[in-house]
């Protein structure tokens, strides 16, 4: 099992910024590849952003690119989001995933264990 818990999120007015963080606990974290999706209301979960287990290769969400950074610090058991240049089209709840399988497959929207949510509210 791996215990995923957000924080980070708030309200912010739109061009702010905000990092989420996710801290794991459990299996050996640095074994998986790490995972932002975000749920708006009235719309499915979409994928945001991924870090390779090494950290060596990133992924992101096309509406994202440039703006939000994932990262994984060595000797941390904690995933980042640091997001700049807000929207109010990214207000959604944020969830962290972890996923042992390739790490494609969290663009599909798969992973093997989520967080609960935390909560992100950009205002015009």
């Known amino acids: 099992q791996v215990q995923l818990v957000e924080s980070g999120g708030g309200l912010v007015q739109a061009g702010g910024s905000l990092r989420l963080s996710c801290a794991a606990s459990?299996?050996?974290?640095?074994?998986?590849?790490m995972g932002w999706f975000r749920q708006a209301p009235g719309k499915e979960r979409e994928f945001v952003a991924a870090i390779s287990w090494r950290g060596s290769s990133t992924y992101y969400e096309d509406s994202v690119k440039g703006r939000f950074t994932i990262s994984r610090p060595n000797a941390e058991n904690t995933v980042y989001l640091q997001m700049n240049s807000l929207k109010p089209e990214d207000t959604a709840v944020y969830y962290c995933?972890?996923?042992?399988?390739?790490?494609?497959?969290?663009?599909?929207?798969?992973?093997?264990?989520w967080g609960q949510g935390t909560q992100v509210t950009v205002s015009s």
């Open positions: 995933a972890a996923r042992m399988g390739p790490i494609a497959t969290m663009r599909r929207g798969q992973a093997d264990y």
């Open positions: 459990g299996r050996t974290f640095s074994n998986y590849h």
